[in-house]
């Protein structure tokens, strides 16, 4: 039985893009980038309290000393998950209605459409399991 995902909100999303970059960090360096200016210039008790929803969730681990904060799941997994609510949310699951609003409502050049064909052949061939 796979584990399930937890649902991390922008905010959180953000905190993990820099958790992600760095393999591991400390809670003060990640309130630390996140109270520049141009990276938000959040307030540092609004980022210890993001990450502490992301330690309940379960979405990070928290190690001492210094309130390291690994990921308990990859980037592609939790982006996976958050795509699959998205499209269960908003398109009531179908993959089809999402691809073809996007391909209708945007002009892909050749070189996106020679990789999303790619992409489809490849699938289609059994060479991606990730569906």
Partial sequence: MQQEIPKVTERELEIMEIIWQNREMSAVDIAAHFLRPEN???FKNTT???IKRLVE???IE???PG???LPLFGRDQILLSETKSFIDRVYQG???QLFAQFIENRVLSDGELKKLRDLIDKTVKGGDDNA
């Fill in 40 to 42: 938000g210039a959040h």
């Fill in 48 to 50: 210890y309290t993001f």
């Fill in 57 to 59: 969730k379960g979405v």
């Fill in 62 to 64: 928290r190690r001492e």
């Fill in 67 to 69: 309130f390291r904060c």
């Fill in 94 to 96: 179908s993959f089809n």
